[in-house]
């Protein structure tokens, strides 16, 4: 720990390389995590700066990881019992079977190729590095005509794997060593792939090996490289599918349709074709980038996906992203864009891990080692390898090769068989066993009646019950500024739909409605308004809904629908859906997660009601003599493909980059433009905040803009506190996040505030002792205070002195050669410090002698290198 005038700066060295996870590191003092740490490229070093003055009595100082923050040690997973509802869960209902699978081979024969340009064949300004441009080809033989293109695109994992011909302390981690080869993440989603080749659509598989070596600096942990790289392969099959060229020739030339592609991202990579759909709705949708999906993604800054058909996947017992924040990919984006009809979901799958989509992260299918993200007792449910709820990797790879193939096959071919499969009724394809999925949806074609994001009418609730508006949970992080909190909990990953956003830590999370009721009388009433009463061209009443894990693991509530005459149709919840039943898991290790799931009511199920005349609908607590439960997007809803474009007509926000000196004293400012990039005629709004090393210097700043229609730009003032001690630059972020009807630009605004203060000289005196002294100290100095840790070496130089007779280095033990190091150092704040030398005693009477310290090596100082200090030894015989 290095004090600063401005916080402190904390490094932890570690022996080995930290591991290769999609989670951000973080550094923990004392059990309570501090922030993000920047990686050094070798993994070992890791950096952050606080104003947490417990970094100064500090006495324990661990790496953990965003994703386990929460979780006893961030390490282990050992759950002791069951969980009240697992055995529920494991004779889970199951839906109807889809009456095609969607991971069935096709008519086709599949022929596979790849192509490699190199492995710095391209610059990624937001990764500031060159990376690979390699990928695994797909094809479906004999098909006529452009073909629609899926490009996968894989997450964060380890680069290289063997042993290194060379240990340089200096080796860069991209390419990989001498000795070692690239670990092929991208060939990790064979069966997914070959299954949509096989029925007609053109894949493409792409190596991201250059971002997860040079990630760990990177501002926003490599989102925008990761769009960047998506982009530029599909610039590369823009020219191979129309003039052809590369390593193919003619031979994709009218082949791929590239008005018709979907993503598919793992992990990061999720992260990363999330942004890429954002990045070129805003470059003019020079691809036709119509559906994406999340794969157990990161969600680091609170983005949205709007205008685009996106299914976000989220294994239930993921160990690295493990608070399952890729849920806010779908709550952000509900409602971000007025008007927005693309169709989106989650499919929620119990007992699928992290790693195991991807043969190459899977043991036994990889060739580089790989393992398990959820480790701990194999027996233990509902996560542990041998628990019967647990998929083994074949079973999950199965399950991933049915929804991404389901979901391209849906939204790119039109192929509405799949529509059962992401509507929320739980359609299941064959080829995924025994798995269970719970899938949420937001249909294209809908009938909003109320959010419940906002509160209730006067009278709406009647009855012994509450209904009360809520975000966040209590830790300190992921508390709502404005709201009361929804639950209690200090771990994350119970509770994804409010888990902070590291980047974004202060943007409000998703807004839902407890109901709480201690009688059986309670009601909330839903007036349906004139006008959009005939609800007969819907297919279902949907909401979502979970049970307040402070409740019972089991609670119900009857839905009562209600027409013009009186009269009513009533359906309990738990006749039609389990999203009342806690999901499994016994509180510890982030589970159970508490998440909300689809309640799905048939229209046609609504019998003796005059569906062309529906006034209200009522949640009634007649079911449980008291309880509570969380409710949210209450809607008729019919499922559909609806349109799916990139959202070219939206206006792009954008924060500017500042550069500003520090100042030697009070408190200044520096402003950020935060920009609209046309006039927009509906208001559009956008959160702000400062993200990175602040400490003290930079103020942090946290609010919503928003622009009338016709503004088109806003400026967020940051102050910035000077003092005159020589001290870093200090880089720092203002970030954007969770828009509303916009697109997020250049969602990240750089700043710098450059340090102005000269940096202080150093000085090194002649010495005079006498031989009786123990260790004298060469009186190192500098010539002002400074905020850096000062650092000095060099070498001992005989005079008449003799080392190890007169004279030894303090860290010489007397074995073996000499020790002529010499080294010192300044603490931060301090004009004093050592420079130590043994001084040995003798019974000799001899004439003064000297020898002399050479300084050859300095840090955080100015000084004319070599400098040399003369020590004169006085005898004392």
């Known amino acids: ?28 003092v004392d059990g309570a995590p501090l922030g993000v740490a920047k990686q050094s490229p070798d993994r070992k070093t890791l950096t952050l700066v606080t104003t947490d003055p417990a970094v100064v009595s500090a006495r324990d100082v661990q790496l953990v990881w965003s994703g386990d923050l929460g979780k006893e040690d961030g390490k282990g997973r050992n759950i002791t019992a069951a969980g009240p509802t697992d055995a529920d869960w494991l004779k889970a209902r199951r839906g109807p079977l889809l009456p095609s699978d969607p991971g069935a081979l096709g008519k086709y024969k599949v022929d596979t190729a790849e192509y490699n340009l190199g492995d710095e064949a391209v610059y990624l300004p937001g990764l500031a590095h060159r990376s690979e441009l390699r990928g695994k080809v797909y094809s479906p033989r004999g098909a006529i005509g452009p073909r629609p293109l899926v490009v996968f695109l894989h997450g964060r994992h380890e680069v ?11 080796e860069k981690p991209w390419p990989c060593p001498p000795g070692t080869k690239p670990i092929p993440s991208y060939r990790g ?29 990177a501002y926003d942990a490599g989102a925008q490289a990761r769009a960047e790289l998506v982009l530029d392969h599909l610039a590369l099959w823009r020219k191979w599918s129309t003039v052809g060229g590369g390593p193919f020739g003619t031979r994709f030339v009218g082949k791929v349709n590239l008005q018709n592609v979907g993503l598919m991202g793992h992990s990061r990579g999720g992260e990363g074709v999330a942004r890429a759909a954002v990045l070129n709705a805003g470059r003019g949708g020079q691809y036709g980038i119509r559906a994406v999906l999340p794969l157990a993604p990161t969600d680091f ?6 205008g685009v058909a996106m299914s976000v996947v989220l294994p ?13 990919f779908y709550d952000d984006t509900r409602y971000s864009v007025d008007g927005d009809t693309a169709p989106r979901s989650t499919v929620t799958v119990l007992g699928a891990n992290h790693n195991f989509f991807n043969t190459e992260w899977t043991p036994g299918q990889s060739v580089a080692p790989s393992s398990d993200d959820w480790f701990g007792d194999e027996k233990a449910s509902p996560c542990g390898a041998k628990y019967q709820g647990r998929l083994t990797a074949k079973q999950q790879q199965a399950v991933g090769t049915a929804y991404v193939a389901g979901f391209f096959r849906l939204q790119l071919g039109h192929e509405t068989q799949f529509l059962p499969q992401f509507d929320g009724s739980d359609a299941r394809a064959a080829s995924a066993g025994k798995a269970v999925v719970r899938v949420t949806s937001q249909a294209a074609h809908r009938r909003d009646l109320d959010h419940f994001d906002k509160p209730l009418s006067a009278g709406a609730v009647t009855g012994k019950a509450t209904a009360t508006l809520c975000a966040g949970v209590t830790s300190t992080a992921a508390k709502d500024a404005v709201l009361p909190t929804c639950m209690a909990t200090d771990d994350w990953a119970n509770a994804p739909h409010w888990t902070a956003a590291w980047f974004a830590s202060k943007t409000p999370t998703t807004a839902v409605t407890k109901l709480k009721w201690t009688g059986s009388d309670g009601v909330v009433r839903v007036k349906v308004p004139a006008g959009q009463r005939d609800v007969r061209r819907f297919a279902a009443l949907t909401f979502r809904a979970a049970p307040d ?8 509530l009857t839905v009562h629908v209600i027409d013009g005459h009186g009269r009513a149709a009533a359906v309990p919840v738990s006749a039609v859906s389990d999203a009342l039943v806690r999901m499994p898991g016994s509180n510890e290790n982030g589970l159970p997660k508490n998440l909300l799931r689809t309640v799905r009511i048939p229209v046609a199920s609504l019998k003796g009601v005059d569906l062309r005349d529906v006034r209200t609908v009522e949640l009634r ?4 003599a008291s309880g509570s439960v969380y409710v949210s997007d209450l809607a008729f809803s019919t499922p559909a493909l609806g349109l799916s474009a990139p959202a070219v007509l939206l206006p792009k926000l954008s924060a500017s980059n500042v550069t500003v000196k520090e100042g030697d004293k009070g408190t200044h400012t520096v402003d950020f433009w935060v920009r609209v990039s046309r006039p ?22 946290s609010r919503r803009l928003v622009f009338k229609p016709g503004q088109v730009r806003q400026k967020v003032t940051v102050p910035i506190t000077g003092n005159t001690r020589d001290s870093y630059d200090l880089p720092f972020s203002l970030v954007l996040s969770a828009p509303h009807d916009a697109l997020l630009d250049e969602s990240f605004g750089h700043g710098l505030v450059l340090d102005d203060d000269p940096t202080p000289t150093l000085t090194l005196g002649n010495v005079q002792t006498v031989e009786k002294t123990a260790v004298v100290d060469l009186g190192a100095k500098l010539s002002a205070p400074s905020d850096k840790y000062v650092s000095f070496s060099g070498v001992l130089k005989d005079g008449t002195a003799v080392i190890r007779k007169d004279y030894a280095g303090v860290n010489d033990d007397g074995t073996g050669p000499a020790d002529r190091s010499i080294d010192g150092y300044i603490e931060p704040g301090k004009t004093t410090g050592q420079l130590q030398v043994k001084i040995l005693d003798d019974k000799v009477k001899e004439p003064a002698e000297t020898f002399s310290a050479v300084i050859t090596q300095l840090e955080g100082a100015n000084l004319k290198l070599p400098a040399t200090a003369t020590v004169t030894i006085t005898d004392n015989d």
């Open 316 to 328: 239930y017992c993921d160990g690295d992203v493990s608070d399952l924040e890729g849920q806010q």
């Open 160 to 170: 290289c794997y063997g042993e290194p011909s060379s240990t340089r302390a200096d």
């Open 680 to 701: 927009s005629i509906r208001p559009v709004s956008v959160y702000v905040e400062t993200n990175g090393d602040l400490g003290e210097s930079i103020g942090a700043v």
């Open 301 to 306: 800054a609170r983005s949205t996906v709007p």
């Open 189 to 217: 989603y064979d069966g997914a792939a070959t299954a949509l080749a096989s029925n007609g659509y053109q894949v493409v598989s792409i190596s991201a090996n250059a971002i997860n070596a040079w990630d760990g600096e």
């Open 621 to 624: 607590t007649d079911r449980v």
């Open 549 to 556: 894990p402070a409740g019972t693991p089991k609670t119900d």
């Open 1 to 28: 720990m290095r004090p600063l005038a401005d916080g402190y700066r904390l490094t932890l060295h570690l022996d080995a390389p930290a591991p290769m996870r999609s989670s951000l590191p973080l550094l923990e």
